[in-house]
C-alpha cells in the first residue's frame, strides 16, 4: 500500500482522543499496513502514529533502530492498543514531528517505562499480549508516539515556547545533473 499523507499542525484530528483499535474491524490489516508504509516513506523517521495519517485508532509503529545514531532497542514495534503501566527517571531532549515539520522542541520525558500492547511483527501476523521494558531514546520514541494517540504534540509538553522552541534547519538539497 502506498505511504499515506502526514497530517500537519494544525489539523484538528491531531487533538482528538484515539478510541480503541479493533483488531477484527475489516479496515485493520490495512491500517497496520499503512503505518508502516508511511514509515518507511520517511528516511530516518522512527514512530508514527495512526492520528497522524487521519485514523483516530490506538495504533503506532516505533523503530527506534531508524534513528541516525544507533541507540539499544528492541527494533519495529507495531503496538495496538498500548498503555503507559509505569514511568521512571526524567530528561530533557530535543524532539521533532512529521506533524510539524517546521520545528523541534526540548521536551522533558521520562527515561525508562513500562507499558502493555498487543504486539504484532508486521500486518499480517498474529497479535500478541505483552509487556514492554524501553529506556532512554526508545522510551522516548514511545511516549512520543502515544501522545498522538491522546491528541497531544511535543508542543503541548515543553516548558516555555520562547526559550525551548526551535526553528528545523534545512539543508539544501543538490540539484542531480
Excluded at 3 to 10: G, H, M, N, Q, S
Excluded at 94 to 110: H, M, Q, W, Y
Excluded at 135 to 158: P, S, T, Y
Amino acid at each position: 500500500m502506498p505511504a499515506r499523507e502526514i497530517l500537519t499542525y494544525p489539523n484538528a484530528k491531531l487533538t482528538e482522543l484515539s478510541s480503541e483499535a479493533i483488531e477484527s474491524a475489516p479496515d485493520f490489516r490495512a491500517l497496520l499496513a499503512d503505518l508502516l508504509d508511511t514509515l518507511n516513506a520517511f528516511p530516518g523517521c522512527v514512530g508514527v502514529a495512526a492520528p497522524q495519517i487521519g485514523e483516530l485508532k490506538r495504533v503506532v509503529v516505533v523503530d527506534a533502530s531508524r534513528n541516525r545514531k544507533p541507540v539499544p532497542n528492541q527494533g519495529l514495534l507495531i503496538l495496538v492498543n498500548p498503555v503507559i503501566q509505569s514511568c521512571e527517571g526524567e530528561e530533557i531532549m530535543r524532539e521533532g514531528c512529521l506533524s510539524i515539520p517546521d520545528f523541534t522542541a526540548n521536551v522533558k520525558r521520562a527515561k525508562r517505562i513500562s507499558l502493555v500492547a498487543t504486539l504484532y511483527s508486521n500486518a499480517d501476523s498474529a497479535g500478541v499480549a505483552t509487556k514492554i521494558e524501553a529506556d532512554n531514546f526508545e522510551a522516548r520514541v514511545i511516549q512520543h508516539e502515544l501522545d498522538h494517540l491522546e491528541g497531544k504534540l511535543f508542543l503541548d509538553r515543553v516548558s516555555s515556547l520562547k526559550t525551548d522552541v526551535f526553528r528545523r534547519k534545512r539543508y539544501a538539497v543538490p540539484e542531480s545533473t
